[in-house]
């Protein structure tokens, strides 16, 4: 028996994801993003086929930096018409017992003190079921939108989601103690005050004094997700995350990916095999090669290319339609997402024209980013691959076709996996964190830093 792959099924609670015109398509259902019944529907799908959780992106902004407009993703719905995806959970988690739900939100524009309130309550409602994935936006619309004339520096970003963290664990971890709800009738005391503690944050961008408006929830902290390759991203996450989104455009450059985070952790004193690794796939499946190919024709028909060079421009910070189409495009340092930025000009072979890359991002092909194309047999081998040789613990997996490509998964590539004894047959009993970590962990562990601001609540008064 092979190593256990994890499954997360990537969506976003708007009308698309990176699914560029496939809204057109007669059997895509995402126009009833809005409807509870469809999330519902989803959330069955899913834990029918024993996927770990559902992966809820995000972004707070339009994707302009495409002809310098917003037109272009207004127009083919790049992630926008948008909704909170926070607010579908409640309604998935009381229709499933043990799918779970990461849910993506920023550190640059939200605030810690409402932030640890909301995913409490999440946890709460979930029985234990919540995840945090954490970003810090890139795009310069969602800095106009708060209240800045620019964005802030990549860099400087992460140090603002550092201390976002920092008073996130002194509101989870240190201000309730775990017995101070004690719902006394006869004293009439429903939470002793003493075992409710301030935290008292002064810091360069926070000011928190407490106490956290919420007691606590089975996993205290949520799970802790975290997608960023460049420098400053993996150093952060190897400090936080307990699942990392990674990318790379060989097995080769994944791997060297994981283990810099790992060994980085390491170093910080942390369990580097305690982080968990995932990438990104999209499949199209058929009964034969000849079927999958058939689908994947009929779906780059529908493919629009200037959806995908506007989500490509917001999430890179290249204007491609700005460039001499014949120039070779060289990478530039941007705020905004520095592996893409990097994707076509540090991360490729040879030397790219704008016409060329241009051409690559506006094709849906099965050479670009991680489409698999074929039998639920072919798509099992690839998995088993990648994660046999790169370090790989599992997968977010997009669809083109909601619902029907992940319907495709469930029912012809899961079973094949769990024939193989490498995808579970059945969920483990407990917290999201136990799931992935092991029966009686619901909590970070000692070695995490979050640890430190947990009080000796023994001794405390």
């Known amino acids: 028996m092979g190593k256990r792959i994890i499954m997360n099924a990537f969506d976003m609670n708007s009308a698309m994801h990176n699914s560029h015109g496939l809204w057109k398509h007669p059997n895509s259902e995402r126009h009833r993003y809005k409807d509870l019944d469809y ?8 834990e029918r086929g024993k996927f770990d959780a559902l992966f809820l992106a995000d972004v707070v902004g339009i994707y302009d930096v495409y002809k310098m407009s917003g037109d272009p993703a207004i127009r083919d719905a790049v992630q926008v018409p948008l909704n909170d995806p926070a607010l579908i959970v409640p309604a998935m988690a009381s229709v499933t017992e043990n799918l779970s739900f990461a849910v993506t939100v920023t550190t640059t524009y939200e605030h810690p003190y409402a932030h640890a309130r909301r995913f409490t309550t999440l946890d709460h409602l979930t029985n234990g079921r919540i995840a945090w994935n954490i970003v ?8 106009l939108n708060h209240g800045l004339d620019t964005m802030i520096k990549h860099d400087d970003r992460y140090d603002v989601a550092d201390e976002f963290l920092e008073v996130a664990y002194k509101l989870w971890e240190g201000s309730w103690e775990d017995d101070a709800v004690v719902r006394d009738t006869v004293r009439g005391v429903y ?12 810091g360069r961008f926070f000011r928190v004094p407490g106490p956290h408006l919420s007691e606590p929830s089975l996993q205290r902290t949520p799970v802790l997700y975290q997608a960023g390759s460049s420098e400053k991203g993996r150093a952060f996450a190897a400090k936080h995350a307990e699942c990392v989104f990674v990318g790379g455009n060989s097995k080769e450059s994944l791997k060297a990916n994981i283990e810099d985070i790992r060994n980085k952790a390491e170093q910080l004193g942390r369990d580097p095999q305690s982080i968990k690794m995932f990438t990104g796939l999209n499949v199209i499946v058929g009964a034969s090669q000849e079927e999958a190919e058939a689908k994947l024709r009929e779906y780059a028909g529908l493919w629009s290319s200037e959806a995908a060079l506007a989500q490509f421009g917001g999430s890179s910070g290249y204007d491609l339609s700005a460039y001499d ?18 994707q076509y ?37 690839y998995m088993q ?28 590539v899961v079973p ?27 909590h970070l562990p000692a070695s995490h830093p979050a640890a430190q601001y947990r009080r000796n609540f023994e001794h405390s008064n």
Not at 326 to 340: F, I
Request: proline letters at 5%; charged letters at 25%.
């Open 416 to 442: 094949v996996l769990q024939r193989r004894g490498v995808y579970q047959l059945d969920y483990e009993p407990g917290t999201l964190r136990e799931k992935l970590f092991g029966s009686g962990k619901p």
């Open 325 to 342: 189409p014949d120039s070779y495009l060289a990478y530039r340092a941007t705020d905004h997402g520095q592996s893409r930025a990097a």
């Open 136 to 143: 810090t936006s890139y795009l310069p619309n969602a800095a």
């Open 39 to 46: 999330w519902a529907e989803m959330a069955r799908l899913l």
């Open 345 to 381: 000009t540090k991360h490729v072979q040879n030397r790219l024209t704008v016409k060329e890359i241009m051409e690559r991002i506006g094709t849906l092909d099965k050479g670009q980013g991680r489409l698999l194309v074929g039998t639920p047999d072919q798509i099992a081998d």
């Open 191 to 202: 939470a002793e005050p003493a075992k409710v503690h301030r935290i008292d944050h002064e």
């Open 385 to 412: 691959e990648q994660v046999e040789e790169t370090g790989l613990d599992g997968f977010n997996l997009a669809h083109l076709i909601t619902p029907g490509s992940l319907r495709e998964f469930v029912d012809g």
